[in-house]
């Protein structure tokens, strides 16, 4: 069911892509293909396989096994990663990197704390190293801007 | 002969010391990309553009070709050691290698791998450095009718011999094309999907959509099979010794599948959307029929290794055919540097090899170096290699979530782009969970642009479809387009009557 539930996201997307498709223009004032000619010839061909694909989901069972004891460990390691990326902006990267690594390697390599220690500081202050002083892209720096200007 | 004298002016572009720096650097970091699994070349690669943007053109796309070349001799000693392939393309080379190394026998595999990779690469080498300039020439005669028939053979390509259900594959490529139709039209300056966002009127990026589907998506996927719940069982190799070495009768024996392994590689790589994963395999199915002792294979049999390893280097090397003069990329990592040349407004294509003969035979030079720096690390650093493969899942994930994550906010310096990133990973590994083709979403971004830009010429050049059938190369084209349709459903409805004259 879960595998239909997928096709049926992109059905969802490919009827707002094509909703929004309809409403480009065909043709521009010069007679020629305007904006909306190929993203309507896409939008309503991935309705149609899309669709397809659905009904297909749901009839036939599956045939390969897509179960596994390790949902727990996929979700709470997705969660992290979205709460890294939004604590980027605010604590900025090198705290942010720090905090995950801390955080992701607790959950996955509960035996190794003082390696799980050192790697979550050693990494970030390389990375961060590497690429905000030697290649001189800027890495947000979120709250600390303030002190550091 | 000019292509003699175009190679030699390569050399001596390659050979230049910043270059020849940058060459290391690639093929030292293609090698680690490669035996660490989760990490594909073209993850790899796309995490690693940013660092490359100092660079001139030509520096950074001889790094990032080393990268992807590299990965393939990287991802061998995973396949051999721990029995999982650092890529997909050495998938076939578990089949044979894995129980060469329980049978201690690690070493010469290992060893016997890296010279056939060397000896396909180079041989793929000479044949891109014949036949490059002469697909060129062959390239100048298309129009835009063929350009854009060439684009979906690539992909229905990918579709039919990716093996799983073709909806999937078909869906995955058209979310590829639709997420290429953000941003500005460029027929008529229109935004398109845009809602306001500045950010997207630019388009969206490939690099975040192929770092989120190869490397975020691929680590989830990682974490679902519950690798890193696993000690890796481990062999090991020592760096000297007459146990590494390979005996009289194993050259012997590999002799004839590294070279027909490197000759069929090379043909398959050169067809746009088949590529070193099917050429291994192929090559593996090829030396088993022609052995005379198919029942050794999967029990340890050196030719089971020894011709897919030389398979899909010469693939790799094929590839770069139709991404060199037709800006055709044949599969995911190729994708990735095909957007990387356009970064540096590099158009692949027939006029490339005339254009920017620095750039491109500056290309094909490194490579000849890059195959003798490879073959030298191969044999004399497998030991070092070895223990990377050694990190396991658990430490490895969180490691390259990092670089993933900084990697895609670095190109731009864009939130935007990173979410983007992230959420690319979380469909890209329900696309891997359930059989869909990532690579095909990625082409398809890459290629969106071209694809609609030469159906609208075609159109306004013929005023409908005519183009397609009256231009004898079109129609061409048009019909090897049907045969790739017809050849799956003819053989679905072929297998659905048998299996009902079974019952």
């Known amino acids: ?74 979700g709470l390691v997705t969660v992290i990663t979205i709460a890294f990326v939004a604590m980027l902006s605010i604590l900025g990267a090198l705290v942010a990197m720090v905090l995950f690594m801390f955080v992701t390697l607790y959950v996955l390599n509960r035996q190794g704390m003082i390696a799980n220690v050192v790697l979550s500081i050693l990494l970030p202050v390389s990375l961060y190293l590497m690429f905000d002083v ?14 550091s200007g | 002969m000019d292509v003699f004298a175009d190679l030699i002016y390569g050399f001596s572009v390659a050979l230049s010391p910043v270059n020849l720096l940058y060459l290391a650097i690639g093929v030292l970091v293609g090698m680690v990309v490669g035996v660490m699994p989760g990490l594909g070349a073209s993850a790899g690669i ?44 050495t998938i076939a080379s578990t089949f044979d290698g894995y129980p060469l190394a329980q049978q201690g026998r690690a070493g010469p595999a290992l060893v016997l791998c890296a010279v056939g990779s060397f000896v396909a690469g180079t041989i ?13 020439r062959l390239a100048q005669s298309f129009g835009p009718s063929e350009t854009f028939l060439v684009v979906m053979i690539g ?17 995955s490529a058209l979310f590829g094309f639709t997420l290429a139709t953000v941003g500005v039209d460029l027929g008529s300056g ?26 975020i998506g691929e680590l989830l996927y990682t974490l679902h099979q519950g690798e890193h719940t696993e000690e890796r069982g481990f062999f090991r190799v020592s760096g000297r010794g007459p146990e590494l070495w390979p005996k009289r009768e194993d050259w012997s024996e590999s002799g004839g599948p590294m070279a027909r392994g490197s000759l069929l590689g090379f043909v398959v790589g050169v067809i746009p959307g088949a590529g070193a994963t099917v050429a291994s395999l192929m090559s593996y199915s090829l030396e088993k029929t022609v052995s005379q002792t198919p029942e050794r294979f999967g029990k340890g049999a050196l030719p089971g290794l020894v011709g897919p390893e030389s398979s ?49 035979w500056g290309l094909i030079g490194s490579m000849y170096l890059g195959n003798v720096m490879l073959v030298v690390l191969n044999v004399f650093a497998i030991p070092l290699f070895a223990n990377i493969a050694r990190i396991p899942a658990r430490i490895m994930v969180p490691i390259v979530i990092v670089l993933c994550v900084v990697g895609t906010f670095s190109v731009n310096g864009s939130i935007i782009e990173t979410w983007i990133m992230l959420g690319c990973g979380v469909i890209g590994f329900f696309m891997k969970l359930y059989g869909y083709s990532p690579a095909a979403t990625v082409i398809a971004l890459v290629l969106g642009p071209l694809a609609e830009e030469t159906l609208r010429q075609s159109l306004i050049i013929s005023g409908g479809l005519s183009i397609f059938y009256t231009r004898s190369m079109s129609l061409l084209l048009l019909i090897i387009i049907g045969l790739l349709i017809a050849a799956p459903l003819a053989l679905s409805i072929y297998r659905r009557r048998s299996t009902r004259d079974d019952r």
């Open chain 2, 190 to 215: 229109d935004q398109r999907y845009t809602f306001g966002s500045p950010e997207l009127i630019t388009g969206i990026n490939f690099i975040p959509v192929a770092i989120g589907l190869f490397g």
């Open chain 2, 312 to 360: 899909n280097n010469a693939a790799s090397t094929g590839s770069m055919v139709p991404l060199l003069t037709l800006g055709i990329p044949g599969s995911a990592s190729t994708a990735v540097l095909l957007g990387a040349f356009l970064l540096w407004g590099l158009q692949p294509g027939p006029l490339l090899m005339t254009q920017n003969p620095e750039f491109a």
């Open chain 1, 1 to 74: 069911m879960a595998r239909a539930a997928f096709s049926g996201a992109f059905l969802a997307f490919a009827l707002a892509y094509t909703l929004l498709a309809f409403g480009l223009p065909m043709m521009i004032e010069s007679g020629q293909i305007g904006p909306g000619f190929f993203p309507r010839i896409l939008g309503t061909m991935l309705v149609v396989v899309s669709l397809y694909s659905v009904i297909r989901d749901i009839r036939e069972p599956a045939d390969d096994d897509t179960s596994s004891d390790h949902w727990g460990t996929v």
């Open chain 2, 46 to 89: 796309a995490i690693l553009l940013p660092l490359t943007f100092s660079m001139d053109p030509t520096s950074a796309i001889v790094m990032l070709a080393a990268i992807y070349y590299g990965a393939m001799f990287g991802g061998t000693i995973t396949s051999v050691l721990i029995n999982t392939p650092g890529e997909s393309s």
């Open chain 1, 134 to 147: 030697w290649l001189n892209t800027t890495l947000p720096r979120g709250v600390f801007a303030l002190f």
């Open chain 2, 124 to 136: 793929g080498l000479i044949l891109l450095t014949v036949l490059a300039p002469a697909f060129a």
């Open chain 2, 155 to 171: 992909l229905l390509t990918l579709v039919v011999i990716a093996g799983g259900k073709w909806r999937y594959g078909v869906i």
